[in-house]
DNA sequence: ATGTCGTGAAAGTCACGA
């Protein structure tokens, strides 16, 4: 199973080299974020033409997240347990979630495609948002592994966070000042990892960033950043078997800002029942 | 010059988010 993790910044702008895309690297299941739509503005019919299941999430313009599998796509979730929400202005709990996170399982992985805050700037309530957001993210997953041990979970998507210095390229980015950097949000990343989940991608491709602004010329410089990972429990890291970054998907026409991140599981399978992976 | 994008609302440009 080939699964793969894209913010498509608008689906309706993308969906022609999105679902090009899908079909050129025979990918199963792909999760996407910032699709700036409802379900209703989601263009559908290409990614069902081309034998795609869905499952959407957006609110409005802003952020969405979905899911599009040529597998069943099954238990859905549209927010992780105990995820804070969002409101410009106000502070406490039960403020509005946002559309930042898309749960399923398929194929008998249980995935999540993420689109974390930003953050905006270190003085910003949203700063604050977003280590909130990274905290109960780890309690989550926590708790999902000791509810369902030895069971397959990862979690793609942009992480808006570059977890070492190798992952800021661009010059406009700095310690002290901008976000994505912090001694804060790298411990809220860890912390994840600590939790037992691995960047599955780092071992295989040391090098390269996944996002590129569109100012600035950041693309022909090669002044990126890495903020998009698939992070894997345990049982999905041993399912790993490949791993790529597509830069060459920031080239082109009316490019996303970020780039596709594939990785390749090889799901063992029951020889009595071919559609039921062996660690269910 | 935040010099580029994308969205929606009001509008034929602006505010907002990234």
């Excluded at 369902?148 to 808006?160: T, V």
């Excluded at 010329?217 to 890291?237: T, W």
Aim: glycine share 8%.
């Amino acid at each position: 199973m080939r699964i793969a993790t894209w913010n498509v910044n608008s689906i309706r702008t993308r969906v022609d080299r999105t679902v090009e895309f899908l079909q050129r690297e025979s990918v199963d299941v792909l999760l996407m974020q910032e699709i700036k739509c409802k379900p209703e503005q989601f263009p559908r019919q290409p990614f069902e033409d081309a034998g795609y299941e869905l499952a959407v999430h957006g609110l409005n313009q802003w952020n969405g997240v979905a899911i599009a599998s040529l597998s069943p796509i099954e238990d859905v979730e549209t927010s992780f347990p105990g995820m804070p929400g969002f409101l410009k202005g106000s502070d406490g709990p039960d403020l509005p979630l946002e559309a930042r996170a898309l749960g399923a399982t398929i194929d008998g992985v249980r995935l999540w495609s993420l689109y974390v805050p930003n953050g905006r700037g270190l003085d910003d309530p949203h700063y604050a948002y977003k280590l909130d957001w990274y905290a109960a993210l780890e309690r989550y997953v926590r708790e999902w592994q000791a509810a369902h041990p030895g069971e397959p979970i990862a979690l793609g998507g942009d992480f808006n966070v570059c977890p070492t210095d190798a992952d800021n390229g661009d010059p406009s980015m700095v310690e002290g000042v901008s976000t994505h950097l912090s001694p804060a949000e790298r411990a809220a990343f860890q912390a994840l990892v600590d939790a037992g989940m691995a960047d599955v991608v780092r071992p295989l491709v040391p090098e390269g960033y996944t996002y590129w602004d569109y100012k600035q010329l950041r693309f022909p410089r090669n002044e990126g950043l890495r903020i998009d990972f698939v992070l894997g429990s345990p049982a999905f890291q041993d399912l790993v078997a490949g791993a790529a970054i597509h830069r060459d998907e920031r080239k082109g026409v009316q490019p996303s800002d970020h780039v596709p991140v594939v990785v390749d599981l090889d799901l063992p399978v029951d020889e009595d029942d071919d559609d039921r992976p062996m660690f269910l």
